[in-house]
């Protein structure tokens, strides 16, 4: 159980292109779903918090206009990379935490395989 | 602002030693994660810490939580190859909102 899928895993774009990941909790309900980014030998660092059915909060120094998240049913977030340039390049993970009531799912995070964008 | 800081970032062993990977943190706090990652792959959730004292084991790793001295600590019991990986411990900066910050993690290399 707890299983969090990505798609795509990997994508390649030219730059001024937009970019969309989904991000699926495929067998239990999330309110909430985080995304990160990690580049390259270095730690992952939260960009924001999607909370179904409400807006997306974004960490501090995150343009929300060329990041936009939508998290619009408990099972699914998606991100969208606008006008991709090649420092967006980088691995983007997706997490989700599973609403009140799924004890098992409601201790921790569950990670995704994430997304591997590289803009040329 | 929260601070996560591991140490050591990196970690070369040979197999059969023991070794412990800490990790400190600026704030209250009283949930902490560590996660494994292999190159290229997302994250491994290994183990979750609710509360001071709490102590988790599984196979050759065991993780502790000190709350009062903001202090984790993931012990390596006769390591294995099998174990060569970055870890990451993660912090809730919100107490039960699962945001993290995570540590800048620790490569860990086991050698025959």
């Known amino acids: 159980g707890a299983v969090v899928s990505q798609h795509p895993s990997w994508v390649i774009c030219k730059s001024g292109t937009s970019v969309k990941i989904e991000c699926r909790s495929l067998?239990?309900?999330?309110?909430?779903m985080f995304w990160y980014r990690q580049f390259p030998k270095q730690s992952l660092m939260l960009m924001a918090t999607?909370?179904?059915?409400?807006?997306?909060?974004?960490e501090q120094g995150v343009e929300k206009d060329k990041f936009l998240i939508n998290h619009a049913s408990l099972t699914l977030s998606t991100l969208t990379v606008t006008s991709a340039h090649p420092e967006d390049s980088s691995f983007y993970i997706c997490?989700?935490?599973?609403?009140?009531?799924?004890?098992?799912?409601?201790?921790?995070?569950?990670f995704g395989p994430g997304t591997r964008l590289t803009v040329l | 602002e929260l601070k996560v800081e591991q140490n050591p970032l990196f970690l070369s062993m040979q197999e059969g030693k023991n070794y412990t990977i800490y990790c400190n943190y600026s704030?209250?706090?009283?949930?902490l994660y560590w996660y494994r990652q292999d190159p290229g792959k997302s994250l491994e959730s290994l183990f979750v810490?609710?509360?001071?004292?709490a102590v988790k084991q599984e196979g050759r790793l065991m993780a502790s939580l000190d709350t009062k001295a903001r202090l984790s600590t993931l012990h390596i019991t006769a390591a294995v190859h099998d174990l060569s990986a970055t870890y990451f411990c993660?912090?809730?900066?919100?107490?039960?909102?699962?945001?993290?910050?995570f540590g800048k993690g620790t490569k860990l290399t086991v050698n025959p």
């Open positions: 999607s909370n179904e059915g409400s807006k997306a909060t974004y």
């Open positions: 993660a912090v809730d900066v919100q107490g039960g909102s699962e945001k993290l910050v």
């Open positions: 704030t209250t706090s009283d949930r």
């Open positions: 997490s989700a935490r599973g609403t009140t009531g799924q004890a098992k799912v409601t201790d921790t995070q569950y």
């Open positions: 067998d239990f309900q999330a309110t909430t």
């Open positions: 810490l609710l509360s001071n004292g």
